[in-house]
């Protein structure tokens, strides 16, 4: 990784765009759109920068480039053909300490911006370091499919409910479970199809449910089949499993490939011989139902499709015999 993925605020902040064209215009409306005060210096010479420049927050100069220009500058967008210019701007903003992006020249920029898909507050980022910006963009169109209009609106929805969530739940592992169980739950499904007053009933039944005396967000156990141990082979419900969990027990045959896939602050736990844990006395099952009742999430990782092993039925019938249902997310057997 090249570049370090961040996200700026630059509301209420000055902003420098230097060039001409559509390009200069696209860097200008991307920065009126996250609430900088734009600056544009250069010709107007399309109809998309004469339609910027008529922004309230926009201000234009028709002047030639100077260090000057710098002055209070947050960032500077450089978008032109004029490679001298570009690197004129490029140098002064350097030397000044100011990022600057130039359009199009990697090796001119201290940032590059990546291609973004928005829903309201939720913006994804796709960058390959300037190096493939064809291949950028196709995985931008395809993300634009994939991503439901109503992600917006359910931002929305658990932004304006963090401050309940955190006073039913004071500690953090446990809001960090119920927020993932949200996301797997009715509620979104509710929202996208426009009940917003149904899913506010239930997010209400739900949090009064754990906040009332005696009340607990149960755990849960996950037995995954990891296929041929390739990670690319495991399933979507798999790796949401994997990513929620907060607590991996690992088979040792199962690849370092797949073991990577587990959320990355996950506490790993591998097995043993004879159906113990290693480093533990107690037996898996055992170990598993202290965790549920605890109210974490676990995961149980064996190679091939494990849960119709002979090791992962004799899991799951010893778990139902406690009263835990696991859930059973068979593996990929074949490659072919």
């Known amino acids: ?30 920065a009126l759109r996250a609430g900088a005060k734009v600056t544009f210096l250069g010709t107007i010479d399309s109809p998309a920068l004469d339609a910027i420049v008529g922004d309230a927050n926009c201000r234009h100069l028709d002047e030639n480039f100077t260090a000057g220009h710098l002055r209070g500058m947050r960032l500077v967008f450089a978008a032109t053909e004029d490679e001298t210019l570009a690197k ?12 600057v992006n130039v359009a199009d020249r ?95 009933r239930l997010f209400e039944t739900t949090v009064a449910e754990i906040s009332s005396p005696g009340g607990n967000l149960a755990g849960t156990v996950a037995l995954i089949g990891c296929g041929p141990g390739d990670p690319d082979m495991l399933t979507f419900k798999a790796l949401r499993l994997m990513q929620q969990a907060d607590i991996a027990v690992i088979d040792p045959g199962v690849s370092e490939g797949i073991a990577d896939r587990v959320r990355r602050d996950a506490e790993i736990v591998t097995v043993g011989s004879a159906d113990t844990l290693i480093g533990l006395p107690n037996s898996i099952v055992t170990r598993m139902a202290d965790w549920i009742e605890d109210g974490k999430s676990v995961v149980r990782l064996g190679h091939g499709n494990f849960p119709a092993s002979d090791q992962g039925l004799r899991e799951a019938a010893a778990l139902s015999e406690v009263n835990i249902r696991a859930i059973i997310v068979d593996g990929v057997t074949s490659n072919r």
């Not at 700026?8 to 409306?29: F, S, T």
Request: charged share 20%.
């Open 1 to 30: 990784m090249n570049y370090l993925p961040i996200l700026i605020d630059i509301r209420n902040q000055d902003v420098l765009v230097v060039g001409e064209g559509h390009l200069a215009a696209r860097k200008a409306r991307g």
């Open 88 to 99: 004129t701007v490029s140098r002064a903003a350097r030397e000044a300490g100011i990022p």
């Open 106 to 200: 990697t090796a001119l920029c201290s940032f590059i911006m990546p291609a973004t898909v928005t829903r309201g507050p939720i913006v994804v980022a796709v960058s390959s370091g300037g190096d493939a910006p064809i291949l950028t963009r196709s995985l931008r169109a395809r993300l634009e499919t994939m991503l439901p209009a109503s992600l917006g609106t359910l931002a929305g929805f658990v932004a304006e409910r963090r401050q309940q969530v955190m006073n039913a739940l004071p500690d953090f592992d446990s809001r960090r479970r119920f927020w993932d169980r949200f996301m797997d739950g009715p509620i979104p499904e509710q929202i996208t199809a426009g009940d917003l007053t149904g899913a506010e």
